[in-house]
């Protein structure tokens, strides 16, 4: 099974949050300064709700054999903690000794609030300062929810294929109707009842089409992608709480239209060597991730110290790309891939391509 499309796609999205995240810092450089904002950095945003489809799609798609065991269960579970925990608790302790060494830089955290570190740390949704609901390391809210996905996903591992997917869409579903209808109490509950767990839903929808034979031509998947793409940049999002079941919806719709274009479109030769390093993010994805809020800040520092007004600021935007793509990729090499392999302790075997590092604990991988 190839799907070098979808591992492409894992990089295509992580570079989007990299992008967001070069947009608001040069809005802060361009304040200092009394210009305008560059660009509007919402739509590039975007890159989450792909990241969840591509998660639930590759979760269904990779257990297909899985179902109806405890043991498939409480292995999956262990080789998802293995992949994600040593990466995101590096982050969140470098995130902690800034809080602590600096607390200027960390303005939105509840000083001296024990609680909310250790919650950091175990995934568990906690507000901040600014009535948010992020961890220590703000971009581990995402993962707050893969943890939920994680979790309720082992679950149904235990049952047979077909009610294993029943089971899973009516938790998570009602999860979130729930949610809506402003009868879950508590922050965790309200949280992982976000309609943005949809997204992992819909995925998880086309991975069933997946299995079951279902592709589409290379006109309806560049037509789907291109639409996806048109009606994320057209800027259509419907105001209000960021959370709420219409701005979800509409977040979700181009994301379901370009996922699904790579995900059944025809897969591109992953040995086509423009494609490579494509793939060679996508494998990085998941440091670039955790990785580019730290090193876009970094620069901004530096670009306020010694380069403000010096050069024109829209190379802040690639300069902070290439820096943030140099930084996942070292890290990728040297720790996030050994580390995970001395976990796992054994050596990895090839993976399938498009199947990313937080994809490859479905394969028995380490990444």
């Known amino acids: 099974m190839k799907l070098s499309n979808v591992q492409a796609l894992r990089a295509c999205a992580a570079l989007m949050i990299v992008v967001f995240?070069?947009?608001?810092?040069?809005?802060?450089?361009?304040a200092l300064t009394g210009g305008s904002k560059l660009f509007q950095e919402q739509a590039w945003g975007e890159g989450v709700p792909i990241f969840f489809a591509i998660s639930g799609f590759i979760m269904v798609v990779t257990s297909t054999n899985a179902f109806g065991s405890l043991r498939a269960a409480i292995d999956f579970m262990r080789r998802r903690i293995i992949r994600i925990v040593p990466l995101y608790w590096t982050v969140?302790?470098?995130a902690l000794a800034?809080?602590?060494i600096a607390p200027n830089l960390m303005t939105k955290t509840p000083p001296g609030d024990h609680a909310y570190i250790v919650?950091?740390?175990?995934f568990w949704p906690s507000v901040r300062m600014d009535g948010q609901i992020r961890p220590l390391a703000a971009m581990g809210w995402t993962l707050n929810l893969e943890m939920l996905f994680y979790t309720v996903f082992a679950v149904c591992l235990i049952l047979r294929y077909s009610r294993a997917l029943i089971a899973l869409f009516a938790t998570l579903g009602l999860l979130v109707a729930a949610r809506v209808a402003g009868l879950l109490p508590g922050t965790a509950l309200n949280f992982w009842g976000d309609p943005i767990v949809l997204d992992f839903l819909a995925g998880a929808a086309v991975g069933i089409a997946f299995n079951n034979g279902l592709r589409i031509s290379g006109v309806a998947a560049m037509a789907l992608a291109a639409a996806g793409l048109i009606l994320t940049f057209l800027c259509w999002i419907?105001?209000?709480e960021q959370s709420e079941l219409p701005r979800r919806l509409a977040e979700a719709a181009p994301a379901v239209m370009i996922f699904v274009a790579a995900a059944l479109g025809p897969q591109i030769d992953d040995k086509w060597k423009l494609w490579r390093g494509a793939l060679a993010v996508g494998d990085a994805s998941y440091s670039l991730y955790l990785w580019n809020p730290f090193a876009v800040m970094l620069l901004n520092v530096v670009w306020r110290k010694a380069l403000l007004g010096v050069l024109p600021l829209w190379i802040f935007i690639p300069a902070g790309?290439?820096?943030?793509?140099?930084?996942?990729l070292v890290s990728y090499r040297y720790f996030e891939r050994p580390f995970t392999r001395r976990l796992s302790g054994r050596k990895a075997p090839r993976i399938p391509a498009g199947v990313g590092p937080a994809s490859a604990a479905a394969y028995g991988s380490s990444g």
């Open 21 to 30: 995240h070069c947009g608001i810092e040069a809005e802060r450089l361009s």
């Open 92 to 94: 969140t302790t470098i």
């Open 98 to 100: 800034a809080l602590l």
């Open 119 to 122: 919650s950091s740390y175990l």
């Open 238 to 240: 419907p105001e209000g």
């Open 321 to 328: 790309i290439a820096i943030s793509i140099a930084s996942a």
